[in-house]
């Protein structure tokens, strides 16, 4: 069985109250959800906030949608490249407009973890392998489990 990547194969940790961290897995998690290798998928992920510094939901929707679909193909995103530059932009529209452009903001507005789950899954392209993927880091840091 293959071993799951982790935030720090990607040269992080999430940390509780961190919202970089947050954020930067939740972004993985939104990207290793899809159906494509990790390998590609993490990949995709260096391209957007490495080498494009689009490490904040503002700064993914200042990008046009053929920039997005630009970096998702350079890390290897080619066959689902526009379907995910959609739902990716809408995210972080969505981050932004209600919650402050935060995964802390989301947290905050949240009564408990089930609430703070539901408002996740209410993000388009966010279903329950994403949210299991994200879960498995960031609720031990926001919620002081394991």
Known sequence: MRRELLPR???????????ASLFAWFLAAFLFGNRISQALAARTWEVIVRQHGCDTPARL???????LVRMLGEGGYR???????IRLS??????????????????????DRADFERRLLAFRGV??????IFMR???PALYGEG
């Open 137 to 139: 880091e960031a609720g």
């Open 127 to 132: 279903g329950p392998v994403t949210l299991g």
């Open 90 to 111: 809408q995210l972080c529209r969505s981050l932004v407009d209600e919650y402050d452009g935060r995964i802390l903001g989301v947290f905050e507005a949240s009564r």
């Open 9 to 19: 194969d990607l040269g992080f940790e999430v940390q509780a109250g961190d919202e």
């Open 61 to 67: 929707c200042a990008c046009s949608h053929a920039q």
């Open 79 to 85: 066959r689902y490249d526009e379907s995910t530059a």
